[in-house]
């Protein structure tokens, strides 16, 4: 629980008064370290746990084939790859192999990724293409990423409209704006939806939630100044927009003036206005942050001097990243978690 709400001080201590430790608490410890960013505390635990006397289950290994995934360790990934049925015994489930392509794709191996695919004695599922066509849209490899997409589409049943999302994405990065037309109808055709960004914060048992360009909170208009003086800030520290993660046919100048009213921004503003001065600030979002909003968020971050945890859909960063001011992690079903948690206080979403 302290894991999944960025607190792996109280994890750790929590976990050292444990009298007897199990293979599921040290599971959970690697498995903490893993979601909140710390490769290297993964791999120590995981150590530390054979060490201890325990053999690794299929969950240490899941944990450590996932820290090595978000950091691009690819080398370490296969040698706990292949260990686990070469040195333990025990045959890579579906969800190893999952991991295991994304860490290829991940780091452009693609060929790699498409033979281990086509060994695996499973078939691939939507969560293995969808991971293929993000990492095909990170190296801008189209000829994969459209296979991918074409094998997605003709799945009877999407859980979202990622794929067609992220294929738009691709088109729109090499404008070719008639195919983002082309997938966009595709989209509309089968009755897809997009599924709309949330960012939220929880301030004084309230929790408050925005969406891009969100005119609707009562403290817009502060909002939106501070926003405005974050912008000043963070040019004097080096700051420079990254409008590649705007994918809309417009101008330089409208694609910078979006960025700054990303979700999770409106978030971080609103609780700088709402809260103490060097208090750490803890940020939710469903779906994963762009590159341009981790960048700001660092150097927010450095500006205030306050530790800002992003807990997006996926984890997120390098591994200098994982030990800056701004953490990420994963967690798919927190949303849930805190619509249960605070529903007697709970601030609906504002929306456009």
Known sequence: MYAKCGSMKDAIEVFKEMPDRNIVCWNALISAFAQNGDAEATFSSFTDMIESGLYPDSVSFLSVLTACSHHGLVE??????????????????????VTMIDVLCRSGRFNEAENLISEMPFEPDEIMWSSVLNSCRIHKNQDLAKKAADQLFKMDALRDAAAYVNMSNIYAEAGKWENVAKVKKAMRERGVKKVTAYSWVEIDHKVHVFTANDRTHPQTEQIRRK??????????????????????????????????????????????????????????????????????????????????????????????????????????????????????????????
């Open 76 to 97: 370490k990934a296969l040698g706990y790859f292949n260990s686990m049925n070469q040195v333990y015994n025990l045959d890579p489930r579906k969800e190893h192999y």
């Open 227 to 352: 926003i405005d003086s974050l912008v000043e800030l963070m040019d004097k520290e080096g700051y420079k927009p990254d409008t590649s993660c705007t994918l809309q046919n417009v101008n330089e100048e409208t694609k910078i003036e979006s960025l700054k009213y990303h979700s999770e921004r409106l978030a971080i503003a609103f609780a700088l206005i709402n809260t103490p001065e060097g208090s750490p600030i803890i940020i939710m979002k469903n779906l994963r942050a762009c590159v341009d909003c981790h960048a700001a968020i660092k150097v927010i971050s450095k500006i205030f001097g306050r530790e800002i945890t992003v807990r997006d859909s996926t984890l997120y960063g390098s591994k200098e990243d994982a030990l800056d001011y701004v953490k990420w992690a994963k967690d798919v079903k927190l949303f849930d978690m805190l619509v249960q948690r605070f529903s007697s206080s709970w601030v609906m979403p504002f929306q456009d």
